[in-house]
């Protein structure tokens, strides 16, 4: 079970700028508990799609359940 709250890893994800150009704006972003394979295989608790507002990437971020990062693709 998550430590963190989704609203926890929302915030979270929203404080990691874009990896394209850098910014901290973002059209969308959406979190979601993550996918059994993920969690057992990177321990893994969410994962978040972020949308850029500025360059439109979107991007993948992975959550453990203290909060930290794990990948972002």
């Known amino acids: 079970m998550a430590k963190i709250t989704r609203e926890r890893a929302e915030r979270i994800a929203k404080a990691h700028a874009c990896e394209n150009c850098g910014e901290f704006s973002y059209k969308k972003v959406v979190v979601k508990p993550a996918v059994a394979s993920h969690r057992e295989a990177l321990q893994v608790a969410w994962q978040a799609t972020k949308i850029c507002g500025v360059c439109g990437a979107e ?11 794990v990948y972002v693709s």
């Open 59 to 69: 991007e993948e971020i992975g959550i453990d359940s203290d909060g930290e990062i």
